[in-house]
């Protein structure tokens, strides 16, 4: 299990956004591992199998934790994985494009620091670890319809919440800039207003 363990801290971690509460995370999961490795039928690779249990110990331990943590300041090897993997394709040539990549990482982290736990998990699940939908939906135990609304709402989330700094920026310097601007441009007031009331009732539901 140990030559997993990269993967699985990397996993714990970008659930719950703190290196501390990840290997506590990753500790558990692995004496859950240990317990219950005659239940390994072999249905899925040991490495799925391990990540869906890092997964549900990582939210168990979210729910246990109850306040909002601030992700660590000093820059990890886990948060600059994390962010290459968003900024895919982002080249800073100069040192203001290199600003604005900065000023651009501010704004995500905070961004997705904000989503309700059930959406950032899946938000991380599908678009960082580039799991599928089914796998995402095995690992949460969830349907895959779920995995697609809450994928769906966590990116309209960002894209709210992005649009307004990104209104200016290049689409190559990151991926939801032109999601962003098309969200901002192409919805009124009204239209905002009643789209955000529908995806409340639909999260209550």
Request: glycine residues 6%.
């Amino acid at each position: 299990m140990q030559r997993n363990d990269r993967q699985l801290q990397r996993t714990a971690w970008r659930i719950l956004r703190n290196r501390e509460d990840a290997e506590d995370a990753v500790q558990s999961a692995y004496l859950n591992a240990l317990a219950g490795i005659s239940g390994f039928a072999g249905r899925s690779t040991l490495s799925t199998w391990l990540t869906r249990i890092v997964t549900n110990a990582a939210l168990a331990h979210a729910r246990l934790v109850h306040r909002r943590r601030t992700w660590l300041d000093e820059p990890t090897s886990m948060a600059e994985t994390y962010c290459e993997t968003l900024m895919r394709g982002s080249i800073a040539s100069s040192p203001e494009r290199a600003y604005a990549h900065h000023q651009i990482l501010q704004l995500i982290n905070d961004a997705i620091d904000r989503l309700p736990p059930q959406f950032r998990t899946v938000f991380v699940l599908r678009q960082i670890e580039e799991l599928d939908v089914g796998e995402v939906a095995e690992l949460l135990g969830i349907n895959t319809a779920t995995v697609k609304t809450r994928h769906l709402r966590a990116r309209r989330r960002l894209q709210r919440t992005l649009a307004p700094a990104l209104g200016a920026a290049p689409a190559s310097m990151f991926p939801f800039a032109g999601d962003a601007r098309e969200h901002a441009v192409g919805r009124s007031p009204q239209a905002a207003t009643h789209g955000d009331c529908s995806e409340a009732r639909g999260e209550i539901a």
